[in-house]
């Protein structure tokens, strides 16, 4: 999938656009308790093709002064974007932080469409001319209070995506990242399992953009370990913020079959591990759960069981997902984390008959009667299995509104326990019928 950045001055509108852009998809944080998100990177679509939009804006490094900021801003956007809005302010004309961050984006060679904002009436328009002096061609005239000029905009980034068939050629391929707080052992895992699996030479090169990506092949199956821990240590300021850590996790997981969300058995759960395990629920990958450093551990049968219980207490959002106990440095135990990779991935595509699907809910049915609301009963008609990755599910009813959660949630536990689906999140959605 491409990443649009947004760079510009503070003050120049990005947010407004940034928000304009990926609408109220982001705000569908649903039932993943203590999740707060960062707006600073979601999904958008603009003429059937989906992509992602970084608001560069929103990764503050400490208190640089601003033009060491809006360097540090465009390099973000040139490592992690294929395509760069460059956005000036319409009222202000050009300034000597524009003309700094123009520099540098013009030394890049990666796409940039210039937008010049707060052009909120036509006649505004003859004062764009000056911008074609940033060197970056036609400006383009938008306004974000006013929702103006974003369709031309956005026709002309999506005519500098990259073509990506490559991805669709790798379908029986199952990519996977690790994610967690620093320190858990993300570099150390990628480096136990490339060096315990069969690494496949191949001639992927060019696929990997921003990450490292190790295709590995296990019984019969072939993997691929997308590796954004790794390209960490390259010394750039931002690297070390917190926010450009959680952008490089929300990229990964965009690119994933299935998450590993590492922890450590040595400092234990943490609320930030939540944080970063609910990103990757929210996205609807599959997920394992990896606790790393067991070797440290003083184990008994006893230990094992008691740390799955306080994972369990703490991630109930991810209850479907197993649990890995290992080391990445002694390698304990690292023979069962490709099985459950395998294992989630499967549920992640699994399909299920609409015949068989329907003997399930209506059997569920006739053991806890629908609901009704203000002397209207839910009727269920009929329900039928919509896509993959993760499962996702439409139950047709005589009105969505007295789909009560409880019962939606009755339901979709009925579903889980008749077929499984271990390791993936499944959706499940009501529709009129
Ligand atoms: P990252 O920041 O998540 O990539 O973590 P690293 O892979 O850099 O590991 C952080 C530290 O934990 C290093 O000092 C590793 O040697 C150590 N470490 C990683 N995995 C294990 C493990 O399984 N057992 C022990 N004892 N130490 C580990």
């Given amino acids: 999938k491409s990443v649009v950045a947004i760079v510009g001055r503070p003050n120049v509108g990005k947010s407004t656009i940034f928000n304009r852009l990926v609408g109220e998809r982001i705000s569908i944080v649903e039932d993943t308790p203590g999740v707060t998100r960062d707006r600073i990177y979601a999904e958008a679509e603009w003429l059937m093709t989906t992509f992602s939009v970084i608001d560069t804006g929103g990764i503050e490094i400490g208190d640089e002064p601003l033009l060491k900021q809006m360097r540090n801003q465009a390099e973000i956007a040139i490592d992690e974007a294929d395509v760069i809005i460059f956005m000036v302010n319409g009222k202000e004309g050009i300034t000597a932080a524009d003309d700094e961050v123009a520099k540098i984006l013009f030394k890049s060679n990666k796409p ?14 003859d004062t764009i001319y000056e911008y074609y002096s940033l060197g970056f061609g036609e400006p ?39 994610i967690g707080r620093p320190n858990v052992g993300k570099s150390s895992l990628v480096n136990s399992i490339i060096n315990e699996e069969r690494v496949i030479v191949s001639e992927m090169e060019g696929t990997t953009r921003d990450a490292i990506d190790t295709p590995i092949r296990k019984d019969d199956q072939n993997f691929v370990i997308i590796d954004t821990a790794g390209m960490r240590k390259r010394g750039k300021v931002y690297e070390k913020t917190e926010k450009y850590s959680v952008l490089r996790a929300l990229k990964a997981i965009e690119r994933s079959d299935v998450v590993l969300v590492l922890i450590d058995a040595e400092t234990g759960i943490r609320e930030q ?49 197993p649990i890995v106990f290992l080391s990445a440095k002694t390698k304990k135990r690292l023979h069962t984390l490709m099985p459950s990779i395998k294992i989630a991935s499967e549920n992640h595509t699994k399909r299920i008959s609409t015949n068989i699907l329907n003997e399930v809910v209506m059997d569920a049915i006739a053991m806890n009667p629908t609901p009704t609301f203000k002397g209207k009963r839910l009727k269920v008609l009929y329900a039928t299995q919509v896509s993959v990755k993760p499962p996702s599910f439409v139950i047709f009813v005589n009105d969505p509104e007295l789909m009560h959660f409880t019962y939606k949630r009755f339901l979709e536990n009925k579903i889980r326990d008749a077929f499984g689906f271990v390791g993936t999140p499944i959706k499940i959605f009501s529709r009129k019928r």
């Fill in 140 to 178: 383009f005239p938008i306004s974000g209070a006013h929702g103006l000029g974003l369709g031309d905009l956005l026709d002309e980034v999506v005519k500098h995506f990259p073509i990506t068939d490559k991805e669709e050629a790798e379908e029986d391929t199952i990519y996977f990242s690790l």
């Fill in 112 to 125: 940039v469409v210039l937008a010049v904002n707060k052009i909120d009436n036509p006649e505004m328009r």
């Fill in 273 to 321: 591990d939540k944080n970063i395990a609910g990103y990757a629920h929210d996205a609807g990958r599959a997920i394992v759960i990896v606790v790393n450093k067991w070797d440290i551990v003083e184990t008994t049968e006893k230990t094992m069981k008691d740390f799955e219980n306080k994972i369990r207490a703490h991630f109930q959002f991810l209850n479907y997902a």
